[in-house]
């Protein structure tokens, strides 16, 4: 039985004359990996950029867990659970890898928190935020300036940076682009560690991950949605063949 999570209807936006993205449907299920790929220029940021809340849309509309969060705010978006990595989160270089987590931690309390004593609100804190950085492998890093880590590294601190903020979907703009390859494997293993868990909605370039990766697969061109399935139908789909010719690899 499907749960979908996320769910698009009819979504497009604008640029002038240019529809960068064209009546947009898409359904997402709870816990599921869905890639989002496409040639450069088919409208994915954007897409990313709407759904996230940072972009407004002309048409259509977003439901998430069933609420309609179309008109909502990408900070109120971000209180649901729908945060998009690599955007809401800048990494302050300066500070230790547990505070940038700890930091998202208390974002998310707020005021929320009913403690007599700082001190056990703080280690409430930091406990959730070493949860999230064990979660992402980088729990021996905790004390290490967030600056001194590797770009793999980085990445892998902005998804537990995500985590923390209480995120049930994440969206990820590209989380392999400027990895190599180790840090790549150790980024695929981590996004596969999250379903179930999460859902992830990811953008993504290298083929191999997408297909090794991806529970379903969306294809845009030119703004609208060509193919959406499981990933050997999609692959094997006439148009999105013609639309990859001299572009990335997909076989
Ligand atoms: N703010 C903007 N104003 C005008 N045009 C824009 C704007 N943002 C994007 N575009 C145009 O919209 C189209 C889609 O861009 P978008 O970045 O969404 O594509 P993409 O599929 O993510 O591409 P890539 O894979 O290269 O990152 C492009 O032609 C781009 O030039």
């Known amino acids: ?45 954007t897409l990313i950029h709407q759904l996230s809340g940072n972009l407004k849309s002309d048409f259509g509309k977003i439901f ?63 406990a959730q935020a070493s949860a999230a950085l064990a979660r992402v492998q980088l729990a021996d890093r905790a004390h290490r300036r967030a600056g001194s880590l590797s770009h793999g590294e980085k990445r892998q601190l902005e998804i537990a940076i995500a985590l923390a903020t209480g995120a049930r979907l994440l969206l990820l703009d590209e989380p392999l682009a400027g990895t190599g390859h180790e840090e790549s494997a150790v980024l695929v293993d981590l ?9 992830l909605v990811l953008i993504e370039h290298d083929m191999d991950a997408v297909f090794s990766l991806a529970d379903h697969v969306s294809v845009l061109v030119y703004g609208r949605v060509i193919a959406s399935g499981e990933p050997a139908a999609v692959r094997a789909h006439p148009d999105v063949r013609a639309a990859y010719l001299g572009e990335e690899e997909i076989a």
């Open 64 to 126: 998430f867990d069933g609420r309609d969060i179309s008109p909502l705010s990408m900070q109120n978006r971000v209180h649901l659970g729908l945060a998009r990595s690599f955007q809401i989160t800048s990494i302050l270089d300066g500070f230790s890898v547990l505070e940038n987590v700890a930091m998202a931690v208390q974002a998310r309390s707020g005021s929320s928190f009913r403690f007599f004593r700082n001190a056990s609100r703080e280690d409430d804190i930091n």
């Open 1 to 45: 039985m499907s749960d979908v999570l996320l769910k698009v209807e009819g979504l497009r936006k604008n640029f002038g004359a240019l529809k960068v993205t064209d009546n947009v449907d898409l359904a997402v299920e709870a816990g599921e990996i869905h890639a989002l790929i496409g040639p450069n220029g088919a409208g994915k940021t």
């Open 191 to 199: 996004m596969r560690s999250l379903r179930g868990s999460h859902t």
